[in-house]
């Protein structure tokens, strides 16, 4: 089956509408204590996110959701920042396929091979 290319499906609250990546980022950064480098096109439950470049997931253990980037087709809604509810199985499969970010160079997983924690300097 083809991932789907609609959030909505996802359900959840918008957070940020109209956002750039760096006011994403520095939201999940503020609000979660672990994030991760998402790349366009990665597929999330079965809906393939729309991203302009990489961006931050990130997670919120404690309150079971997840922060999710995700830029819409629709005319002038630019970039959306959803929080969602996650189980257990969601946090693990982001931590698993989202573990390493690539260094300066863009080679992955030569500089950061561990998951991000809130204050470590992104490469």
């Not at 956002?19 to 520095?26: I, K, L, Q, R």
């Not at 996110?49 to 999710?68: A, D, S, T």
């Not at 946090?91 to 950061?112: F, H, Q, T, W």
Request: charged share 25%; net charge neutral; with cysteine.
């Amino acid at each position: 089956m083809m991932p789907s290319c609609c959030v909505n499906s996802l359900g959840g609250k918008v957070l940020l509408m109209d956002a750039t990546p760096e006011e994403v980022n520095s939201y999940v950064k503020r609000h979660c204590k672990e994030y991760y480098e998402i790349p366009p096109g990665f597929v999330f439950k079965g809906i393939r996110m729309l991203l302009k470049e990489p961006m931050l997931v990130g997670l919120q253990v404690k309150k079971g959701r997840i922060l999710l980037p995700f830029t819409k087709r629709c005319p002038n809604l630019g970039t959306i920042l959803y929080e969602i509810v996650a189980d257990e199985d969601d946090l693990n499969y982001i931590r698993s396929m989202l573990k390493s970010a690539p260094d300066e160079e863009g080679v992955p997983g030569s500089a950061s091979t561990t998951p991000t924690e809130v204050g470590e300097r992104i490469p």
